[in-house]
């Protein structure tokens, strides 16, 4: 099975989200806002879309101090 991972979860992400699970792919959905997160995540499964969203600060870290 292969996986979708959109880098941002907003509200532009949705039709290429769709379109890819509804051609059988697994959605995997990154962004720093967990509500855009939860609510797109939630529309997939409702529709029948196997998706999963995991949050990112999407930040690198520094070499001089430890990530947030």
Known sequence: ???FAPVGAGPGRGPAARRSGA???HV???SRNA???DALAGELDGEGIR???FSSAGRPASPSKPPP
């Open 35 to 37: 509500d855009h997160l």
């Open 51 to 53: 998706a999963r969203g």
């Open 23 to 25: 051609a059988g792919h």
């Open 28 to 30: 995997a959905l990154l």
């Open 1 to 3: 099975m292969t996986t």
